[in-house]
């Protein structure tokens, strides 16, 4: 008899509410910080994903674990894991200049 290359559909959606959940919702967090606004203390970017990571990883994982059609649970959580890597991957390899970075202004205020 032939092995059976068949993994269950159970198999497929624990690993997807599992790990790859984990995964996408600590990508999601740490993008966050790129397109949320910054705030008056220019840390309300950085700030709110870290506090809002329970609740983001919670409404992904019920979402993941609750949809019917297992193909477009897996599509949503891939597309939010490529989407967000890609924005922070685009930010890490950013030019200085292009990251807001090296304009020209020392940390004392004064111009060259």
Do not use: K
Not at 47 to 57: A, D, G, K, N, Q
């Amino acid at each position: 008899m032939r092995p059976s290359l068949h993994i269950p559909r159970a198999w497929l959606r624990g690993i997807l509410a599992g790990p790859v959940c984990f995964i996408a919702a600590a990508l999601v967090m740490t993008g966050g910080a790129l397109w949320l606004p910054e705030g008056p203390a220019r840390i309300d970017n950085m700030v709110l994903p870290i506090v809002l990571f329970p609740v983001i990883w919670a409404a992904l994982f019920f979402y993941l674990m609750l949809d019917h059609r297992l193909g477009r649970a897996w599509l949503v959580a891939l597309l939010l894991v490529a989407g967000h890597a890609g924005m922070i991957a685009r930010h890490l390899l950013a030019a200085p200049d292009a990251a807001g970075q090296g304009s020209g202004h020392d940390a004392g205020g004064a111009a060259p």
